[in-house]
């Protein structure tokens, strides 16, 4: 069974700066390309950033373009997202995706697997 794990969510203060990470298990990490979605409550989920399975490509949503970073670490089967220049419209619950298999770019992946999700609360 593949599992996502996310962790560093919390509170932050607008400014401010944090970086989320996924664990994954049951998956060959290396041959994926990897996801963050955002879901703030009354909104749609979001993506918001992208990695392509061997890293050498990534997408961004306009809003966070700038501020944030995916990476990945293969050998630790972990994918990051670090955030600066946090906003309050950032706050969200943030989970990670995997697809099913490998896409020929980061553009198209579609998710099969998610994790439980982290809160992130940005304040003022």
């Known amino acids: 069974q593949v599992q996502l794990v996310e962790s560093g969510g919390g509170l932050v203060q607008a400014g401010g700066s944090l970086r989320l990470s996924c664990a994954a298990s049951?998956?060959?990490?290396?041959?994926?390309?990897m996801g963050w979605f955002r879901q703030a409550p009354g909104k749609e989920r979001e993506l918001v950033a992208a990695?392509?399975?061997?890293?050498?490509?990534?997408y961004y949503a306009d809003s966070v373009k700038g501020r944030f970073t995916i990476s990945r670490d293969n050998a630790k089967n972990t994918v990051y997202l670090q955030m600066n220049s946090l906003k309050l419209e950032d706050t969200a619950v943030y989970s990670c995706?995997?697809?099913?298999?490998?896409?020929?770019?980061?553009?198209?992946?579609?998710?099969?697997?998610w994790g439980q999700g982290t809160q992130v609360t940005v304040s003022s």
């Open positions: 990695i392509n399975w061997t890293g050498g490509s990534t």
């Open positions: 995706a995997a697809p099913s298999r490998r896409y020929g770019s980061v553009l198209t992946q579609r998710y099969d697997y």
């Open positions: 049951g998956l060959t990490f290396s041959t994926y390309g």
